[in-house]
């Protein structure tokens, strides 16, 4: 059987072989994924998951890689990619955007037009679609809070359109994490109104505290860990002393410490060993367990 010969067939997209899963994450690390296809649309993408169904063949969406983390080994399986998935209309207050569009660009654009509600996600480096899979997040708001329905595909390769009550938003969860076999294609955001002037100064002065406060000179996923009710993830894993701690080319960052960097060289299976020391110390010493927010592709 040769998958990409087969893929290719299809005539659904861009097919990419031995895609470089390093290459494509904010963490820099991974193996190659057999190929990686750039679907043309959903017909395109049913087509192409009803192959891979058929075949059962390991298979994954991906967005702009900046909440994952892959083994160095192979990931047998094929990536796809939604990056045609880029439409933007904007009427009013009211945003309808494709699963494949940045989520900081789209936050720019809006702000600067003076809609009000996506602020926080100017410093947040992933799509849309991954966006509302994670339910990201900054500055005590979220994606629960604008976006008031979203188009999917559903595991029956059904389009249907779910409300902001059935995609079940909490603080970085959402539906689509319990049904994974559900794909995002497109979201309709409400936002408020407001000056664009004072939108921005709040931007660039969150801006500048991210850059003092933050490792953005390295690759990273952002935080690792989901703050839990009482405390700072940060501050507990300060107070265990893995501030600075590294595991091969793995770093707990000295600028904040629920930030993983990547020093040069690091692999996932460093990164996967510095997040399991710092939970069981966390739960050791505190008796909190700690939640990654970012997600271990194997």
Known sequence: MNIIKDIKSLDVGKVISDYSLKEHTTYKVGGKSICAVVVNDIESLITLLKYLKEYNIKHMVLGNGSNVIFNSSKYDGVIIKLDNFNNLSIINNKITVGAGYMLNKLALR??????????????IPGTVGGALYMNAGAYKTDMGYVVRSVKVLTDKFEVKTLSNKELDFHYRSSFFQKHKDYIC??????????????????????????????????????????NPTSTFAGKLIEDIGYKGKSVGGAMVSQKHANFIINTGNATGED????IHQIKEKVKEKYNIDLKVEQEFIE
């Open 110 to 123: 809006v702000s600067r037009l003076g809609l009000s509600g996506l602020e926080f996600a100017t410093g």
């Open 185 to 226: 294609l497109e979201a309709n955001i409400t936002l408020s109104y407001g000056d664009p002037i004072e939108i921005m100064n709040l931007i660039d002065e969150r801006k500048k505290r991210r850059l003092e406060t933050q490792p953005l000179e390295y690759p990273s996923a952002g935080s690792v860990f989901r």
């Open 271 to 274: 990164i996967k060993e510095l």
